[in-house]
């Protein structure tokens, strides 16, 4: 979100004029650690919009978050490591409040320890153990459902366990790839047979091997996979191990409040100025795992489609060569990896939400920014709802953002005009998955459907709310306007939904409910608010959450999200996602209410478009399937004992993708007489580059296969029906010549 600069520089100088850091010079503490944390903690108590106080419960929280931030598997340290550890627990506010590092440093002398314990305990199992790939056993790979080892014994079996669990996982993915490979031969040689295909002399047929030699290929590279990760835990530096232990203080207070080292700032700057080449996808961490945070619209991986926000990589194979396993690796490391030169291809192995394991092909290449920007067509269903705007926004960027692009605003309120000229009878503004961005363009955006008025409420720690008003009486567009949303619809995307929907000027249909990130983040520079201090910098910057965002209505978008009017069930239907799945989350409120109202429209029959889709939903087969399935990822990811025998594994692993096939095609099928165009007046940009031509295309395919959206069109055609504020509307669906009604 963006705040004007007066604002920003204010709050700011506020927090730097504060004393906090102008008797650091008479503490005697020279470490640059120390320093840094003094930092964190000082920022964090005058400019946090909820500064928890540094307690005991402090203490308890960050004990327990960095002790499995550094273990997370309990791979590393045993009973009496955690015992010693545990003495520190309720120390660890006083030692914050005194910026001293004890806790952090014997944990230090303990994680090396048994880091290097773990090493010899690994070699010995992988070189000296023979596992019996058939006797039933299971793995628990839930770390909260299991404790620490109590001995070296008790860690030995664990690894055999893990190990055995990896070596048949290897296994299965390498015997379901050869089974592939032998099937697409027999089918090139069919094809050829047949005069499909031509002959290729050179192609190089399928290799196969017995799974006493795949299992014994396992095993090395589970051993190379192992031997690496060890390696690169020993070349940790500390500061990197310093930064584990100021995420857990600095996430105590929210989950969005963190440090960030110099580079990591740098990456961060880099990736929201639009500047990605690669894949087009942001990565964090998640425990062992590099997890995907967003998909950069208009990149590689959002044109194929397949990879998805949450999934896990495992492994990274380049055109040549093996795949490589990346659990445990540094994100730095696993970025390095996946990036490449334009042109060139690279698989990523995911972990889904459900546990299945899928590789993913991803073309590396530019981000198309174009593809980034507000971009609309023209959609018919004949006899439901006929010449009808659609307006895809993929995120909430401003010009300050965009050296070469106008601000969302802007650029919606143009593409509004231009569907205007086409006299539609009705416009959809598609938020799916749009994540946020610029405040300020999202009070201008929504004024365009109202008169003026307020739009957003924000308010700062210990300050009284501001609101953010439209305060141009000029409507753009007062017809019928449906709202889509969905789980990943953000911040930005939640406060114009919100407020929409309080003034009761749109239908808001999505999912369950949008993500539920309703507070505001700022950056500070370490090195302007400590003075002098040099040898030690640069110190980075922390990000805090330092406002919360609220509804006209009075309460906030934080944790609860938006509500849609209307919910149409996805994948994640019985899945929590969003902020409710953070731990520390700031929790949700109100404050006092606004006052609003519009008189572009009046939704009398709100109740009776509910039923009608309620109706629709229930008795169509493939929201009846996306149930049925979003109950079957739910069940597999609440699995979290795996078996570690051969045919236990392959059964499980077979199973699961016997009843995925079910589910695979639903997206795939175009909606029936539903047809896409673009308007005139794009034609000359699209048709002026080649690859503009292509994108253009497969974006209108997909529109063409959203069968939410098809669901969305008879929403929409019942708000023109059932309102009389569009009844001049309704008159031009009753004389359509075509009647394909859906009850």
Not at 40 to 51: C, E, T, W, Y
Request: net charge negative; hydrophobic share 35%.
């Amino acid at each position: 979100m963006r705040f004007k600069p007066t604002i920003f520089i204010a709050l700011l100088a506020g927090v730097l004029a504060f004393g906090a850091f102008s008797s650091f010079d008479d503490v005697p503490y020279e470490e640059r650690e120390t320093l840094i944390l003094h930092g964190v903690l000082s920022f964090i108590k005058q400019a946090h919009v909820n500064p928890k106080p540094i307690d005991d419960s402090f203490s308890k929280e960050v004990f327990k978050t960095y002790l499995k931030r550094i273990d997370v598997g309990k791979r590393f340290l045993v009973q009496s490591d955690v015992d010693k550890l545990k003495t520190y627990e309720l120390d660890l506010d006083d030692q914050a409040n005194r910026r001293t590092l004890e806790f952090f440093d014997a944990s230090m002398e303990l994680l090396d320890a048994g880091i290097a314990r773990s090493e010899v305990v690994f070699n010995d199992v992988i070189d000296n153990h023979d596992f019996d790939y058939t006797i039933v056993e299971e793995i628990e790979l839930d770390s909260d459902k299991t404790e620490f080892a109590k001995d070296e014994a008790g860690l030995k079996d664990y690894w055999r366990k893990y190990l055995k669990y990896d070596i048949v996982q290897k296994f299965t993915r390498k015997k379901s790839g050869q089974e592939d490979a032998i099937a697409k031969e027999k089918q090139y040689k069919l094809d050829v047979e047949e005069g499909i295909a031509e002959a290729d002399e050179e192609r190089k047929p399928a290799e196969t091997k017995t799974d006493e030699q795949l299992l014994i290929e396992a095993k090395e590279e589970s051993k190379e996979n192992f031997t690496d990760l060890f390696e690169r835990l020993n070349k940790l530096r500390r500061s990197d191990r310093f930064e584990t232990y100021l995420s857990a203080i600095t996430n105590y207070f929210d989950p969005h409040t963190d440090y960030f080292n110099p580079k990591a700032k740098q990456d961060f700057d880099i990736n929201m100025g639009g500047k990605l080449e690669g894949i087009g996808a942001r990565l964090t961490v998640d425990g062992d795992y590099t997890k995907v945070l967003t998909i950069i619209p208009g990149g590689p991986a959002y044109q194929g489609k397949e990879l998805e926000v949450d999934d896990l990589i495992v492994a990274v194979k380049q055109e040549e060569g093996e795949a490589v396993d990346i659990v445990g690796w540094r994100i730095d490391d696993v970025v390095q990896k996946i990036r490449g030169k334009k042109g060139t291809v690279v698989t990523l192995t995911t972990k889904k939400k459900d546990g299945s394991i899928v590789d993913i092909e991803i073309e590396r290449d530019r981000v198309i920014i174009d593809e980034s920007f507000a971009r609309s067509a023209l959609i018919d269903l004949p006899g439901t709802a006929n010449n009808i705007g659609y307006i895809k926004l993929p995120k909430f960027y401003s010009s300050f953002e965009n050296e070469d692009g106008n601000s969302c605003a802007v650029d919606v309120a143009k593409e509004i005009e231009k569907l205007k000229n086409e006299n539609v009878n009705g416009i959809i503004l598609d938020l799916r998955n749009n994540t946020g961005g610029s405040l300020s363009d999202v009070v201008d955006m929504t004024g365009l459907f109202i008169e003026e008025g307020p739009i957003v409420q924000v308010k700062p720690k210990d300050r009284p709310a501001y609101v953010h008003n439209d305060k141009d009486s000029e409507v753009q567009y007062d017809g019928p306007l449906i709202v889509m949303t969905n789980h990943l619809s953000a911040s930005a995307s939640e406060i114009l939904a919100a407020a929409l929907q309080d003034y009761d000027r749109a239908l808001i249909v999505g999912s369950k409910s949008t993500f539920g990130k309703g507070s505001v983040q700022r950056f500070f520079d370490l090195d302007r608010a400590l003075q002098g201090n040099t040898e030690f910098k640069p110190l980075g910057n922390l990000k805090i959450s330092m406002q919360k965002f609220y509804r006209v209505n009075g309460g906030s978008t934080q944790l609860r999200g938006v509500t849609p009017d209307i919910i149409l069930p996805d994948n994640y239907h019985f899945i929590e996602t969003g902020e409710k799945e953070y731990e520390n989350a700031l929790e949700w409120d109100q404050i006092e209410k606004k006052d609003y109202n519009q008189d572009i429209v009046k939704l009398q029959n709100k109740s009776k478009i509910v039923a009608l889709s309620e109706k629709r939903v229930k008795e169509d087969e493939k929201f009846n399937l996306i149930l049925e399935n979003a109950q079957r990822l739910k069940d597999n990811r609440d699995q979290s004992s795996y078996p570690i025998s051969i045919s236990g594994y392959d059964d499980l692993i077979q199973k699961r993708k016997d009843e995925a096939k079910k589910f695979e095609n639903i997206f795939d099928e175009e909606v029936d007489f539903l047809s896409v165009r673009n308007m005139a007046v794009d034609t000359a940009y699209i048709n002026a580059d080649e690859s503009r031509v292509g994108r253009n295309e497969s974006w209108l395919e997909g529109i063409k296969s959203d069968f939410y959206l098809e669901e969305t069109l008879f929403i929409l055609r019942d708000l023109i029906n059932l309102e009389e504020s569009y009844s001049s509307i309704e008159e031009k669906f009753k004389t359509s010549e075509k009647k394909v009604i859906k009850p």
